[in-house]
Structures are given as structure tokens and as C-alpha cells.
């Protein structure tokens, strides 16, 4: 298995939790990444977002703080910006709309988000 | 009187049984008037017969004393009572007079039997008239109190039903309503009369409507009525959710004469039920975090050990951190966590310290009861764990000489806002590294200080090795709008 999959890609984390957000970033960047953030709540999350023209893909948890990171995603969906959302909440919690978002159940697995991620930004290129 | 008792209280809410209670004693009283009304009849037959004799009988009496008069007559001798005649001189005519008055006599006796049969029969119609009479008003007397158990039943039916708390109402098929209790009427602020036939529709929800005329088509086949829908209320606008349900009542012969229904108010066990689903899914949040976190501290004291000695000692202390965090939050259950609760349960854990926090090395300074945000309380108390630790091994805890002061406050630099200071300053502590040197214990404590707590909340702080200790500084917003507020106005050294 390639330590770097993800070799070259800028991914966007959101997460409020500073140690798991460090632990996405230090996952992240063992697969090669280039980590975006970590951010930790929607408004930060924001302005990084549109301050960067070049997003390859993101890792949303998707409650933070008590907001939820739904009109985020809209954003992301808007600019075809793929994600997976990382949840400790069950498939409940998430809007209709993002019925074919990957979820990751936490405590996520670096392998898992990665897993994740190859198809999407696949079909990206693709 | 049955028929007009129960045919008078049309617009009451009449129980089928009792009425069938008293068809029961309406037919007893028929059988028993039929039963006194043949025996009259056959009484009054009975005169009519003797009656009939008796005036036969004296016709015939009538007729043999005319002729004996005339036979009297024909002899021309002087009026003689009729049995004083046998001195008669033609034999012929003396036997006829004698047959005569024999059948006279025998007439006689035939009219006073009828006369006593006609006595005795006139003193049975009597008779059966008298207790005709007696068994009226004793009837009399027991429908009046038929009438009275039934007004008293229909009262306490009443008193009843306008005190149940559900909504309750009467209908025909499909839901065609005919009448509704005033607690619909004062629930939904609709009359009695718009609430008949459909109009109860008006005040469902306009999301239910559907499912409540969908579950009306059901009823018969499935002999009865149940479904969940919004009922507008008056008085606040709004709506709230009922369970309605309603039973036919059925004739004997099974078919439906109508139904009656009542609509409870579920409104409080589904605002339960919602409040329940979004605790389950709040603790779902909070244990799965807990484990990423778990994994995240795992991860991170496998990199700083040295060896799986090592490791072994720091991750058993930073379990333990997290679960007398865990329970210190789970003991708050609403109210926030304060300060000084996590401080003293954290040092308690390192050092010789009395209840309140302090010992011979360590002073604690500061107000009790400053609350602290609830996300931030898990690497507060993390970074806390990891700064106690590292004075007992490198720190004012490591040695006779050195001591830990903590001092904190709340500051209000801003208007509506106000921030916990917290200063943590050892002294005492000889051996210093250089500003430079690489962190002892891997820095881990001053990784949280650093940049967990500036992360996630805003806080800013500060960690430096003074000449004899470490200084560090946190400064961290407190909550608003929390249980606790005002209570940390109060200065309270411990």
C-alpha cells in the first residue's frame, strides 16, 4: 500500500476537537497531503475556504460546537469540491441532500478516510 | 313513559345498556297488564253470562205468572195466592196450573242461584278491579323511580364526561360528527355546531387531514377508530398532537348505530420521545468523540515514549485524566463544570492536598464556581493533568523547596463579556532547562496550553520557564446564560 496516496492534494479539515483534528492532520499528511486547516468551527472554516482558489477535497465533521456544517458543504458542493463527513452522530443527523456523501464514523481510521477519498477525487480527474 | 324518558334526551349522551335495562322492564309491565286485562275480561264475561240467565230466568217468570193469572181469571174466582188453587173442580186445568206453578218455582230457584253466582262474580271484578288499582300505582310508584336511578345516572355521564380530560365526541359513519363535548369546544375554540358533519376537519392540521380521513375508512373494517394527528389550539395558536380513538356501538343484531370517540392530548410524551432521540444521538456524539480522542492521546503517547514502560505510566495517567473528567461532567448533568471543581480533582490526583486544593506546596487562589464552556472542559482538564504532572516530575511538586501558586479571576474587559484568568506559577525549582531545550515529557502539556485551548475556544495563553518555574497564563471566555451566573462574583480564597 503507498504511504502517499494522497501526494500533492490541499484537503480542508474541519473539526473542533483540537486532538482529533491533530490526528486527521498528522494522518493527512503521512499520506502525502497538503492539510488545510485544521479549523475549527463553520465561520473559519468559510473564510479559509473561499480564501483558497485551489481545494482538492475535505474532511467535515459535522457538528461543531453545536453548529452544524451543512451550508459549508453546500458551499463545497457548489464549487465540486469532494468530502467525506467524519460523525459521531447516525445517518439521522445528515439532510437528504447529502445522501451520497461518504460518512466516516468516528473514531475514524486514517486508512478509512483515505479509502474514502481516492474515489471521489478519482471521478474528480476522471 | 320509557320510550318519551329516553326519546327527550336526545342531545345527552343516553348509555345503551341502561336503556336496554329498561326495555326489559317495559315488556315485564306489558306482560303483566295483558295478564290483569284477561283476567277483567273474563270477569266481566262471566257477569254478562249471568246477567244474561238472570234475565232470561225472569222473562220465563214473567210469562208463568201471566198465565197463571189468566188461568186464575178464567175460573172467575177471587184472586187467590196461586198455590192455594188445588180446590180447583176441573181436573184438567188444576194439573196445568199445578205444572205451571211447579215450573214457576223451579224458575225461582234457578234465579236465586244466578242471584248468588251474580253476587259472587260481581265480588271477583271487584276483586280483580282492586288489585288492578293496587298494581298500577305500585308500577307507577317504580317507574318514578326508574326515572329518578336514570336522571341520576345521566347526571353523574354527564359529570363525567364533561370532566374527562380527553376531547370527546359522537359521530356516524365516515366520520360525520353529531356531537362534541365542550372540552373540544374550549380546546380548539370551535362551536358545537361548526364541529359537525366535517367541520371537526377545520381544526387538524392541514398535514393530517389525510391520514385522519384515511384511518375514518378504515374504522368499520376494523372495528374501531385509531389514529395520531395536530389539533389547533385557541388559546396558544398552536397546534398539539392527539391520539384519537373511537369504539361503534352496535344494535344486537350488529349493526353500527353510531360511534363514540375521544381525542387525548400525546403532545408532552412526543415532545419526550423527541427530547429522548435527541439525548441518545447527543451521547452517540459525545462516546464516539470521547474514542477519537482516546485514539488521538493514544497515538500521541505512543510517539513521545521512550519505551512501552514509559507509555504505560503516561497513558494510565491520561486515562485517568479523561475519566474524572468524564465523571465530573457527568455529575454536573446541566450545570456547566467550574474551574475550580476541575483544578482540585485534578491536582488531588497528583498532590498532598486537603479538600479545598491546597497543601504544604500548593495555594489556590480564586473565586468558586466560575463555569467553564463544556466543549473546552476535556482539554482543559487534559492540560491541566499534563502541567500537574510535569511539576511532580520536573517541577515545584519535585522538590522539599519548591511550590505551586494558582491563581485565578474573573476580568471583564469588555462590556457583557466576561474572561477566566488563570495564572499557574511555580517556584523554587533549581534546575531549569534552557529556553531552548527540547521539552521534558515531550511537551505534550505545553502542546495543549499552546494550541488545544487557543484552538477551540479562543483562549489565549501564555508558558514560559521562568528563572525558578514554569509561568503560564490562560485566559478563556466564560459562558453566558448558565445556571451558575452571579455566583462567581463572590471572592472566595480557598
Not at chain 2, 74 to 84: C, D, E, G, Q, Y
Not at chain 2, 137 to 158: G, H, I, P
Request: hydrophobic share 40%.
Amino acid at each position: 500500500m503507498s504511504e502517499h496516496r494522497l501526494e500533492g492534494l490541499r484537503i480542508l479539515v474541519v473539526e473542533d476537537e483540537y486532538l482529533i483534528a491533530d490526528d486527521m492532520r498528522n494522518a493527512l499528511l503521512d499520506a502525502g497531503a497538503e492539510v488545510l486547516g485544521p479549523v475549527p468551527n463553520v465561520a473559519a472554516a468559510a473564510s479559509l475556504a473561499a480564501a483558497e482558489p485551489r481545494l482538492d477535497a475535505a474532511v467535515l465533521d459535522i457538528n461543531l460546537g453545536g453548529a452544524m456544517v451543512f451550508e459549508l458543504a453546500d458551499t463545497l458542493k457548489a464549487r465540486a469540491v469532494p468530502f467525506v463527513f467524519a460523525t459521531g452522530y447516525d445517518d439521522s443527523a445528515i439532510p437528504d441532500r447529502f445522501a451520497k456523501v461518504p460518512r466516516l464514523e468516528k473514531p475514524v481510521k486514517a486508512r478509512s478516510v483515505l479509502a474514502a477519498l481516492e474515489p471521489l477525487l478519482a471521478q474528480d480527474i476522471a | 313513559m320509557v320510550e318519551s324518558a329516553l326519546n327527550g334526551k336526545e342531545n345527552h349522551i343516553m348509555p345503551r345498556h341502561s336503556a336496554a335495562m329498561l326495555e326489559g322492564d317495559h315488556s315485564r309491565l306489558l306482560d303483566e297488564n295483558e295478564q290483569l286485562r284477561t283476567a277483567l275480561e273474563s270477569s266481566l264475561e262471566e257477569n254478562t253470562r249471568i246477567v244474561e240467565d238472570r234475565d232470561r230466568l225472569l222473562r220465563r217468570i214473567t210469562v208463568l205468572a201471566r198465565e197463571i193469572q189468566m188461568m186464575d181469571a178464567a175460573r172467575t174466582t177471587p184472586v187467590t195466592p196461586p198455590l192455594r188453587v188445588h180446590s180447583s173442580s176441573d181436573p184438567e186445568a188444576i194439573l196445568r196450573q199445578s205444572q205451571t206453578e211447579e215450573e214457576l218455582r223451579v224458575a225461582f230457584e234457578e234465579l236465586q242461584v244466578l242471584a248468588e253466582e251474580l253476587e259472587v262474580a260481581n265480588g271477583n271484578l271487584e276483586r280483580a278491579n282492586e288489585e288492578l288499582e293496587a298494581r298500577v300505582l305500585s308500577r307507577t310508584r317504580e317507574l318514578a323511580t326508574v326515572n329518578a336511578d336514570l336522571r341520576r345516572t345521566e347526571l353523574r355521564l354527564n359529570t363525567l364526561i364533561e370532566g374527562m380530560p380527553q376531547l370527546v365526541w359522537r359521530a356516524v359513519d365516515h366520520g360525520d360528527w353529531t356531537w362534541c363535548g365542550s372540552q373540544w369546544t374550549e380546546f380548539t375554540g370551535q362551536s358545537e355546531e361548526d364541529s359537525r358533519h366535517m367541520g371537526w376537519l377545520a381544526a387538524i392540521h392541514p398535514d393530517d387531514r389525510q391520514a385522519a380521513i384515511d384511518a375514518w375508512g378504515r374504522a368499520e373494517a376494523d372495528d374501531g377508530l385509531s389514529f395520531e394527528a395536530r389539533i389547533r389550539q385557541r388559546a396558544e395558536g398552536g397546534y398539539r398532537h392527539f391520539q384519537t380513538r373511537a369504539t361503534p356501538v352496535r344494535t344486537p343484531e350488529g349493526a353500527i348505530v353510531e360511534w363514540l370517540g375521544t381525542s387525548t392530548d400525546i403532545d408532552a410524551i412526543i415532545q419526550l420521545q423527541e427530547q429522548q432521540s435527541v439525548l441518545v444521538s447527543e451521547l452517540q456524539h459525545r462516546t464516539r468523540n470521547l474514542m477519537a480522542v482516546v485514539q488521538a492521546v493514544t497515538r500521541q503517547t505512543i510517539r513521545s515514549s521512550s519505551s512501552l514502560e514509559d507509555f504505560r505510566r503516561s497513558i494510565d495517567a491520561r486515562m485517568g485524566a479523561l475519566a474524572r473528567v468524564q465523571g465530573l461532567l457527568s455529575r454536573r448533568g446541566a450545570h456547566k463544570v467550574t474551574f475550580d471543581s476541575l483544578l482540585r480533582e485534578e491536582l488531588s490526583a497528583h498532590a498532598d492536598v486537603d479538600d479545598g486544593g491546597s497543601g504544604p506546596q500548593v495555594s489556590l487562589i480564586g473565586p468558586a464556581g466560575v463555569p467553564l464552556e463544556s466543549s473546552l472542559v476535556q482539554t482543559f482538564a487534559l492540560a491541566l493533568h499534563e502541567l500537574a504532572t510535569n511539576a511532580v516530575k520536573y517541577g515545584a511538586l519535585s522538590t522539599s523547596g519548591g511550590h505551586l501558586t494558582v491563581q485565578w479571576d474573573v476580568l471583564a474587559p469588555d462590556e457583557g463579556k466576561k474572561r477566566l484568568h488563570v495564572d499557574w506559577r511555580e517556584t523554587g525549582v533549581a534546575d531549569m532547562p534552557a529556553h531552548d531545550a527540547a521539552p521534558r515529557g515531550g511537551g505534550y502539556g505545553r502542546e495543549l496550553i499552546e494550541r488545544a485551548l487557543p484552538y477551540q475556544l479562543g483562549a489565549t495563553t501564555t508558558y514560559a520557564f521562568a528563572g525558578d518555574g514554569v509561568h503560564c497564563t490562560i485566559d478563556v471566555d466564560v459562558p453566558r446564560d448558565t445556571a451558575r451566573r452571579g455566583t462567581y462574583d463572590v471572592r472566595t480564597p480557598t
